[in-house]
C-alpha cells in the first residue's frame, strides 16, 4: 500500500499534519499527577464540500481520584460525536507523547473508539521525534466486541 | 441573590442560553444503548476581551461496553480543558435531558468536575419543559476529594 | 440517634471492627502509581442464620492507565454483589486512609454504591488514628440518579 | 502444545473447571440494564501448599450511570488483587456469557488485566454451550502499555 505513496491511505502531508496537530494537542494535557502529556488527534474523511483536511483533537484530562480522569484519545473522540460525527467519518487517529518509544492507546480507549472507527483504520502512534509505528484498530483490540454484538435499542 | 435579579449570579439571559444550548447539546447525543439523551453546557466566565458569552457543549457518548461510554458533562468539560480552559474559569453548568424531572450529574461527573469548578458554581438541572433546579458544585458533591488532598507532582 | 448507644444503628463494637477491617483491608492495596492506600468494608445486615457480623472488604487496584484501576468501596462492593449481596444487604460501609484528615468516598464510588445502599446507610470515614466522621448515603450524594430513576429493562 | 494433553499449560479437567465456575459466576451478574450476564474466573498457579485448584470468580455489576458500571473480569481480579495475588500468580482466565458465539474482554478489562497477567497467560472465552476460543493476554491487547512503561513511584 505504499506503491501509492501512501501509508494506510494517508499521503505524507497527512500524516505530517497527524503528527504536528497531535503534539500541538499534548501541550493542552492536565496531568498533574502522572505528568504523563498526551496528545491525540482524528482526522476526518474528506466530505464533498470540505476543501482542506479537517482535524479534531484532544489532550488527557486527569482527576484527583485517577479512575475518574480521561485519555488524550477519548476527549478527541468525545468532541468529534458531540460534533456530528459517527461511523464512516474517521480516516486516521493520531498519538503523541513525550516518550523515547512509540505509546499505544490505552484498552479504555481502544474499546471507545471502537464504537467509531473501522477495522482498517489506521493509527500513528508518534515518539517524541515524530517517528512512528502503525497498527489499525483491528490490530489492536482484536476480536473485539462493537456495537454490532450488543444491539441497540433503536 | 435573586435581590438583583440574578440567580446564582447569572442574568436571566445567561440562564436561559444556558438551557437552549444544553437541550441544543442533547441532539447530537449518541445513546443507542439506553435511549436517553444528555446534553450539558459550561459557561465561561467573561475574559477582558471577550464580547459575548462563551459557552461549551457537550452530549453523552455511549459504548457497547457500558463502562467504557462518558456523559455529557465529561465531554464538555474534557473538550473545555483541551481548549486551555482550568479552574477559575467556569461561571456554571447546565444540563437537559429528555425527562419529566430534574436529572442531576452522576457521582462520576460531580467528581470530574470537582477537579475544575468552584465549590459555589451553580449546576443548572433542566427538565423537558425548561423549567430548572439549581445546586452548587459543593452541594453536589460534599465533603469533596479535590486536586487539594491529593497533591500533584508538580 | 446516640441516646440508645448506637452511631447510626451501630454498636460501639460494630464501629471499631469496621475500623478493624478497614485498617486491615488498606494493607493489601496495590497503589503503586498514587501510593495512596484505601481500605473499605461493608458491613451486612445480621440475616436469622447469622451468628457474627459479617464483613466484605476491598482495597484501591491502580492501572498504568490511571482510569482503568479502581477504589477500594467498588472492589468491596464488587464482591459483595458477586456474592449475592443486593438492596437491603447492607448496613454500614466503612473507608480507611493513611491521611491525617478524614477521606470521602469519590463521586465515582459514591454512585457505584447508590445503587446498592439505602438513602440513609452510614458512611464511616476513619482517619489514620481511627478517628470517624460519618455521613449517610443520601448526604454523600444528594438529588442522586439512581436505579429508580432509569429503569430497568427487566 | 496440544500434544501433550495441555491446552495453554492447562489440563482438560481444568479447562473444564474453568469453564463450570465462569458460568456458576455468571448467575450473579446484576445487570439489569444490559440484560448481559457474563462470568469470569481467574485460575491460579498452584502453590507449595495448595491440593486443589484455586478458582476466584467474578460478575459484572452494572449501574443506572451506565459508564460507573463494572465487568465481570474486573470483579474477578479486583477480588483477586485484594486477597494478595500479583503479577505471577495467575494460571488463566475464564469468561462465560449466554451468547451463541464466543465474547471477548473488553479493551477496559484487557488493560485492567494486563497489569497482572503474563502476556502468554490464556484467556478462555466460552459461549453459551461450554465451547471455547482461547487468546493470549498479549494477543487480546497487543503492543500494550503496562506497569513497565508507566514507572511506579515506589
Ligand atoms: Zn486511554
Ligand atoms: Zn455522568
Ligand atoms: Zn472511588
Ligand atoms: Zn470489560
Do not use: W
Amino acid at each position: 500500500s505504499e506503491q501509492d505513496g501512501l501509508v494506510h491511505g494517508l499521503t505524507a502531508a497527512e500524516v505530517q499534519l497527524l503528527s504536528a496537530k497531535s503534539s500541538e494537542a499534548k501541550a493542552q494535557a492536565y496531568c498533574p499527577y502522572s505528568l504523563f502529556r498526551v496528545g491525540a488527534s482524528l482526522l476526518l474523511h474528506p466530505t464533498p464540500t470540505s476543501t482542506s483536511p479537517t482535524i479534531i483533537t484532544g489532550a488527557n484530562v486527569e482527576n484527583a481520584s485517577y479512575p475518574v480522569g480521561t485519555c488524550a484519545e477519548r476527549v478527541a473522540l468525545g468532541t468529534a460525536v458531540h460534533l456530528g460525527h459517527r461511523s464512516g467519518s474517521f480516516k486516521a487517529l493520531g498519538v503523541a507523547t513525550d516518550m523515547d518509544d512509540f505509546c499505544s492507546p490505552c484498552g479504555m480507549c481502544r474499546q471507545f473508539l471502537r464504537e467509531f472507527l473501522e477495522l482498517d483504520t489506521p493509527v500513528f502512534m508518534f515518539d517524541k521525534t515524530g517517528r512512528y509505528k502503525v497498527l489499525t484498530m483491528g490490530e489492536l483490540l482484536p476480536m473485539s466486541f462493537g456495537p454490532d454484538v450488543l444491539p441497540s435499542r433503536e
